[in-house]
């Protein structure tokens, strides 16, 4: 009866510390799902800061994404590059390279038929130098058929994320209007007469390049 006993102890040891063990396993797992999640946690729209010089910018992405963001004094020289996706993937790592935090910025093309795709990501530098009738003007007798693409990039320090918006339409060839900024003036999107200068703001922050990518990156950080 005493041996019986014992073993019957023993057992009964033997499944407590089966039980505990299964115990400290399962804990352990929890843990580690839970640090997975929280280093996979996405972007929050609050967490961002918004890297750009340019008045216009932030004042769209405040409209469209409901925020209260202000132009930055941070300038981020660019990669002097026609693929607008290096060039926004350069300017987003080294915005977080100096700001260490999680960082927003765009960059556009302008993609001109007549001017075999140029200025494109050089736009800046057009108008900078020529204007917009200045730039308009080097089109004589060429297609003025025209697609504008806004780019955004998100970046944490380990997830790179590009939202893209695209335009179709053409250049007109004097400035109209007196909204907006950069080439507003004088582009004209597909189906429309008036230049996005000249459109109510409201129809513009449907139908333009930065409100389409503003809209993909609004939806992405409420998935």
Request: zero cysteines; proline letters at 2%.
């Amino acid at each position: 009866m005493k041996v019986n006993k014992k073993i019957m102890n023993k057992k009964k040891i033997l499944k407590i510390k089966k039980k505990k063990k299964r115990s400290k396993l399962l804990k352990t797992k929890q843990k580690a799902v839970k640090m997975s999640k929280k280093n996979s946690k996405k972007i929050q729209l609050t967490d961002l800061v918004v890297v750009t010089t340019n008045p216009g910018k932030v004042a769209k992405i405040n409209e469209i994404l409901g925020t209260s963001h202000k132009t930055s004094s941070l300038n981020i020289p660019e990669v002097q590059s026609l693929d607008l996706d290096e060039v926004i993937t350069q300017k987003a790592k080294a915005a977080y390279q100096i700001l260490k935090k999680p960082v927003l910025v765009t960059d556009v093309s302008l993609e001109i038929e007549g001017l075999n795709g140029l200025p494109g990501t050089f736009v800046k530098f057009f108008l900078e130098t020529l204007g917009t009738e200045g730039t308009v003007d080097l089109l004589k007798g060429k297609s003025k058929k025209t697609k504008a693409t806004d780019a955004i990039a998100i970046y944490d320090g380990k997830t790179l994320k590009i939202f893209k918006g695209s335009a179709e339409g053409k250049v007109a060839p004097k400035d109209r209007g007196k909204n907006g900024f950069g080439f507003d003036k004088v582009f004209i999107s597909r189906g429309y007469t008036k230049t996005w200068a000249e459109l109510d703001t409201k129809v513009k922050n449907k139908i333009s390049h930065r409100a389409i990518a503003l809209q993909k990156l609004k939806k992405y950080l409420k998935g």
